[in-house]
């Protein structure tokens, strides 16, 4: 998948862009804002994007490297995630341990950190430790909704970008892409508020039950006789 089939985002996307194409994106990036609006799917498109095989500014998406990037299948990609509620470190210490070695197959190493406010006090220092002296060929994308809760020092050590919501246009032809009536997808695309992913995973009974409730509540407060 390449940049311009996620949706949302132009200006992250278009940063990332100019920095492949000058060859200068930064060891450490933070991707953050609200929840569903594509960060972790724009970090394996990245991860794509910097090992193509095809393209320098951004994923082909075809080639052998991107298809296996976006299967969980490349050696030199890694996503890191939390182990119930926390990252472990031990998760953490593997992988700055496969930091420091070169990329097996690819251009670049990437690790993603996903939800990456979820690191506890051993992991963010692990983590932090890595950000100081970060190898030539390893990038590390930290993944978050909530970036308070990450410690300032890692914060200052990223490029952060900050994701808004999907704009209700946008979410809305997707929604009638993938054959949801127009009526439907309008109402879909308000009720989200910017969340894409919640849009394509919502049932349409469980959103008009919602809908009839709020209008009946407003029917309540507008009409005495219905207390």
Not at 78 to 89: A, L, R
Not at 195 to 218: H, P, T, Y
Request: charged share 30%; net charge positive.
């Amino acid at each position: 998948m390449d940049f311009d089939n996620i949706l949302g985002n132009s200006r992250v996307k278009k940063i990332l862009r100019l920095a492949l194409q000058k060859n200068r994106l930064p060891n450490s990036l933070l991707f953050h804002g609200p929840e569903g609006v594509g960060k972790r799917r724009l970090a394996i498109t990245l991860a794509e994007a910097v090992n193509c095989e095809r393209r320098r500014d951004d994923a082909c998406g075809e080639c052998p490297t991107c298809l296996a990037i976006s299967g969980g299948r490349f050696p030199d990609v890694q996503e890191i995630k939390p182990s119930g509620q926390v990252i472990k470190v031990d998760h953490v210490r593997e992988m700055r341990q496969a930091a420091y070695m070169r990329p097996m197959v690819g251009r670049k190493r990437v690790f993603i950190i996903s939800e990456a406010d979820k690191m506890n006090d051993e992991s963010s220092n692990t983590v932090l430790k890595i950000l100081e002296e970060p190898p030539l060929f390893s990038h590390f994308i930290l993944v978050t909704d909530n970036p308070y809760l990450i410690l300032p020092t890692i914060k200052s050590r990223c490029q952060a970008l900050q994701f808004m919501p999907v704009g209700r246009e946008e979410i809305a032809r997707a929604l009638r892409e993938k054959g949801c009536p127009e009526d439907r997808a309008s109402i879909i695309s308000l009720y989200v508020r910017g969340n894409l992913e919640e849009a394509l995973g919502l049932n349409w009974d469980e959103v008009n039950s919602v809908r009839r409730e709020a209008w009946d509540l407003f029917l309540s407060i507008i009409k005495p006789d219905k207390p």
